[in-house]
């Protein structure tokens, strides 16, 4: 027991493994504030969807070498994301299922064609590795990662926490919502916007392939146990801020990789609220 | 009082056409059922009057004072809600939005009065105990009064209600028709898509049949 304190403090007495917990728990709180939204929705795959999409555009910004990634990434899922929410609501055309399919394996087979073909990297397969499931180490993360990531979240919380009132009208039912005066098509735009914000935060913590775990589980956790919305929001979020915690220092400790082992605490939470009946 | 005036109204989305010719008139009390098959664009007049979808040609004429903002809505329930958790507080509440939305002022939380309107109106249709409840809990019947009292809060002078009694047993929509009525009689016009012709015959002072051929019956 004292080894394991010991060597915890270590590790925090680093700024930088501090840094990094905290915008990983932050990035984890959004995720799960959004995914309430998107499983009601029946949008949970778009976010699958866009981080395959987010792979393909990291693997070109490594190609041109790109000093910030972000730079590239964040546009191109942001548009996608858009592109997306039209597509789901058009009556004609490719269906919306059907066109997140063919975007989602499309951009992964040329992300990982164009880093095969041009990477300059020594290492491709490991790039590609800790694109796909995140970095190894929290440590690996930068400065300037973290950073964005504090200011991107706090400004997606306090969009919740503003526009909450619309937001649940709009997922609860958007033809009342649009006839009682609500702008329902900015309402979707703004979670497009967010869902694409959050999973190229996310991508960093858990990479692209687990970024739509921390979006579902913990808001499904939440449907087991509530049956409020409010409540569902806050649960899902308090869900997803323990499993980040707990994760990220099991992570620690066992020297696993932080991604894989957040998601597994993720989804053994959710099996524990299976147990539970709801109150 | 005249309120509503739809005049050769011609009704559809981008790609076509669903109803032509439509002509019928509402006044302050009226009770209108909307007849007509399955796809003759019953639901589509409804979104058209409410201003969620533009005519294709022709003229909605709102009078009286009354604007499209303030005409209580109840839509058809969506397979979303069925599973939806929040509770009949909430969803009530959520209702008094429009309201908020024509103050120019954005609010961003409930207001004590929005809260109070929301209120007075489970009383009106006695779900007050049921508010802490979660919705996909409830009866049929129990839910449509929940969408009726959030329905409520939006409207002042007049209700749309599309087809209210779908899916419902026959004692609850019995229940229905006369908290419908009981508004009614209270002052509100009512719009009432239904297949219920019993219900129309019953209960409506006018009727406009959808089909081939568009009949308003005063």
Known sequence: MNDIINQLTTYFSYPFVRYAFIAAILIALCSSLLGVILVLKRFSFIGDGLSHVAFG???????????????????????????????????????????????????????????????????????????????????????????????????????????????????????????????????????????????????????????????????LSAMRLFAAFRQVMIASALTAVVSAALGITASILFSTPVGATVVVVNAAVFLLCCLFKRA | MRLLTCKNLDIGYHDGLVARDINFHIDEGDYLCILGENGSGKTTLMKTILGLTPPIAGEIIFAGGLIAREIGYMPQQTLLQRDFPASVWEIVLSGTLGKSAGQGVQRFFYSAEQKKTAAANMQRLGIKDLAGKCYRDLSGGQKQRVLLARALCAASRMLLLDEPAASLDPKATEELYVNIKKLNDEGLSIIMITHDLAAARAYANKTLTIGKDIVFHE
């Open chain 1, 57 to 219: 555009a990291m693997a070109i910004a490594a190609i041109l070498s790109l000093t910030n990634e972000m730079l590239l990434v964040m546009p191109v899922t942001v548009l996608c994301a858009i592109l997306l929410l039209k597509q789901s609501q058009a009556a004609s055309g490719v269906r919306g299922d059907a066109a997140l399919a063919m975007l989602s394996v499309g951009a992964m087979a040329v992300g990982y064609l164009l880093l095969n073909i041009f990477s300059t990297s020594a290492n491709i397969s490991g790039d590609v590795c800790s694109t796909l499931f995140g970095s190894t180490s929290i440590l690996t993360l930068s400065r300037t990662d973290i950073l964005v990531c504090v200011v991107m979240s706090l400004i997606v919380i306090l969009t919740f926490v503003f526009m909450y009132n619309r937001i649940f009208a709009v997922t609860f039912d958007e033809s009342f919502a649009r006839a009682s005066g609500i702008n329902a098509d900015a309402c979707n735009l703004l979670i497009a916007v967010i869902t694409a914000v959050i999973i190229v935060l996310a991508m960093n913590l858990v990479g692209a392939l687990l970024t739509s775990a921390l979006i579902v589980f913990p808001a």
